[in-house]
């Protein structure tokens, strides 16, 4: 049974800090790029960051010297290192899984999300 437990999630004033954490289980974690989307009310989900198996990172514009994305093989997670958080940042963020597969195609899982609101 694949599982991504998500943790982290909460309140915090605009240019704080906040860090999720997500730890798979039933998958081979180092078989795996992992990575984050958000979501907020009403608007499409949105890709935030990525880490390959490797180390390499990508992240979308809008969080590139806010968000860290790293990944510990050790214990098996990832996490998310949200700084400077500002409003736009609301939304539910989603752990995902992806191992690449053949001919363009990926075995993806996801998490069940985490509430993150930045407000004062």
């Known amino acids: 049974q694949v599982q991504l437990v998500e943790s982290g999630g909460g309140l915090v004033q605009p240019g704080g800090s906040l860090r999720l954490s997500c730890a798979p289980s039933g998958i081979v974690f180092s078989m795996y790029t992992m990575g984050w989307y958000r979501q907020a009310p009403g608007k499409q989900r949105e890709w935030v960051a990525s880490?390959?198996?490797?180390?390499?990172?990508d992240y979308v514009d809008s969080v590139k010297g806010r968000f860290t994305i790293s990944r510990d093989n050790t214990n098996d997670t990832v996490y998310l290192q949200m700084n400077s958080l500002k409003p736009e940042d609301t939304a539910v963020y989603y752990c995902?899984?992806?191992?690449?597969?053949?001919?363009?195609?990926?075995?993806?899982?996801w998490g069940q999300g985490t509430q993150v609101t930045v407000s004062s």
């Open positions: 880490i390959t198996r490797t180390g390499n990172t």
């Open positions: 995902y899984a992806s191992q690449p597969l053949r001919v363009l195609r990926t075995r993806d899982y």
